[in-house]
């Protein structure tokens, strides 16, 4: 098992891998210069008057970095709530982008590929918001960190992912680089990191980086949107219509094989944002979440008892 930990940046950090219980909590907050990069050189982000950006920053700028956390093959997650930041009044929100500050600490360019995520909220914990299954995953990006430089790389999704309440934003970082390289940036040197809020997973599972680590701030992670006034999630009227199961929106509003396959497709392949999640809601769940309770029905509905589907919400 892979094993991390934190140090001061102007202290010594003993020989050797400390143990669980030696692990420290500290970052280097020596002032630096931010450079911001869009590694998407095609983006094109609306301007017009009818457009509203929505930023889903909810944390306070970097205090500094995690000296001695970041190896590689990891992600991280951060809550995000864009009627809470006050930029959005009402869902839905169109999610375009993923933000993400890190600290090159070397005197050489680091390559760092990085791909951003969007997370469901875990159902299981209605009281603390915990990342779950991919809601969407973007592209795969090189970035490329210059020596000892302080960087907020906005990486596009390359798509409109429409969300009808909080969810997660992340990055995930397949390659392993080797500690004391790459600085993570948090939002508080002191101890105002707010709990079920950040999360960490380098051991196969999600964990609150406040809670269970005692980071000092949260991750300097966050995400930047369309509000409903911009119109990219709206359809003109519910888009379900009738009972559910067109999951494809097919003009004909029919329900077969193409609806099994774009279902499949939304959660195990591409993870493409659903046209309607209403008509893929097919076991009539309140939450509205889409998942394989909603692929077993389908999938009883078309080949096994027939069973006619529920209407629309």
């Known amino acids: 098992m ?3 930990w934190i140090c001061y940046a102007l202290l010594i ?5 400390p143990s669980a219980a030696e692990r420290t909590t500290t970052i280097d907050v020596t002032p630096r210069s ?3 990069v869009t590694p998407g050189s095609d983006r094109d982000r609306p301007t017009n008057g009818a457009t509203a950006v929505c930023d889903g ?7 500094g970095w995690l000296t001695n956390w970041f190896v590689g093959d990891e992600r991280f997650a951060v809550y995000q709530d864009p009627i809470e930041t006050g930029c959005l009044s009402t869902y839905p929100f169109g ?7 890190v600290t090159n600490q070397t005197d050489s360019t680091l390559l760092v590929p990085v791909q951003p995520m969007l997370y ?8 603390c918001p915990t990342p779950a299954n991919v809601l969407f995953a973007g592209p795969l990006y090189q970035l490329e960190v210059p020596p000892f430089a302080q960087v907020v790389y906005t990486l596009p999704l390359n798509d409109t992912v429409c969300v009808s309440g909080p969810y997660f934003a992340g990055v995930e970082a397949p390659q392993v680089l080797g500690i004391g390289r790459l600085g993570i940036n948090l939002d508080s040197a002191g101890t105002n990191g707010r709990v079920c ?12 980086a406040v809670s269970v680590y005692a980071f000092p701030g949260n991750v300097t992670l966050w995400s930047l949107g369309l509000n409903a006034p911009s119109g990219v999630c709206n359809t003109g009227g519910p888009c379900c219509v009738g009972s559910v199961g067109n999951v494809d929106c097919d003009v004909n509003d029919g329900v077969g094989l193409p609806d099994l396959s774009r279902l499949i497709d939304h959660l195990f392949i591409t993870f493409t944002p659903l046209c309607c999640a209403d008509e893929a809601n097919l076991d009539g769940s309140t939450d509205g979440l889409i998942g394989l309770p909603d692929l077993s029905v389908l999938i009883s509905h078309l080949f096994i008892a027939f069973d006619p589907l529920v209407a629309c919400p």
């Open 2 to 4: 892979r094993r991390k």
């Open 13 to 17: 950090c003993g020989v050797g891998l």
């Open 34 to 36: 931010e450079i911001t």
């Open 57 to 63: 920053e909810w944390m306070t700028a970097s205090a």
């Open 95 to 101: 999610v375009t982008d993923v933000v993400w500050r």
């Open 120 to 127: 469901n909220l875990d159902p299981q914990f209605p009281a």
């Open 197 to 208: 809020a950040s999360y960490v997973d380098f051991q196969g599972s999600w964990e609150d």
